[in-house]
Structure formats: structure tokens, C-alpha cells
């Protein structure tokens, strides 16, 4: 499929990637999602079925499989 981003001449490949959602001041980062990723720009198309199932997971009775470190990126910081 070509990419949906005007001027785009890429396509869209099947991958897993990282996706991450931010829900208020909480982010949650899901990893090997199947998506959609252009192979020029980069843009990322997620299934519904893809979005409904993260939906589910982030309900609140699912634990995450790992808990990782969250580094906030300040410029200037260090
Ligand atoms: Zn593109």
C-alpha cells in the first residue's frame, strides 16, 4: 500500500514495532505491535484490531510483562 502522507512516494511495510500511548502524565510503552510503517517517512499505521488489543491490555487488571526505566529527555540538564 502507498503511504497516506502527501508527497510520499514510500510504502508501507509490515513490522513490530515499539509503540507508546500517553494517558495523562502515564505513558505505557507496548513492544512488537504489528503496524504498518512507511519505508521513507516513517509514518505508522496501526489496525483497529492492533488499537483494540492494546485497549485491552491497558485495562487494569492486566500487569505488564516487564517494567522498564522512563528517561525524560530535558535539554540542558546535565
Ligand atoms: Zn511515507
Given at each position: 500500500?502507498?503511504?497516506s502522507i502527501?508527497?510520499?512516494?514510500g510504502?508501507?511495510?509490515y513490522k513490530?514495532?515499539?509503540?507508546?500511548?500517553?494517558k495523562g502524565?502515564?505513558?505505557?510503552?507496548f513492544?512488537h505491535v504489528?503496524?504498518?510503517?512507511?519505508s521513507?517517512c516513517g509514518?505508522?499505521?496501526?489496525?483497529?484490531?492492533?488499537i483494540?488489543?492494546l485497549?485491552a491490555?491497558?485495562?487494569p487488571?492486566?500487569?505488564?510483562?516487564k517494567?522498564?526505566?522512563?528517561?525524560?529527555?530535558?535539554?540542558?540538564?546535565?
Open positions: 500500500m502507498m503511504c502527501r508527497g510520499c512516494s510504502e508501507y511495510e513490530r514495532i515499539v509503540h507508546t500511548v500517553h502524565d502515564e505513558i505505557f510503552v513492544d504489528p503496524a504498518e510503517v512507511c521513507v509514518d505508522t499505521l496501526l489496525e483497529p484490531e492492533a483494540g488489543h485497549e491490555l491497558l485495562k487488571k492486566s500487569e505488564p510483562q517494567l522498564i526505566p522512563l528517561y525524560n529527555y530535558v535539554y540542558g540538564a546535565l
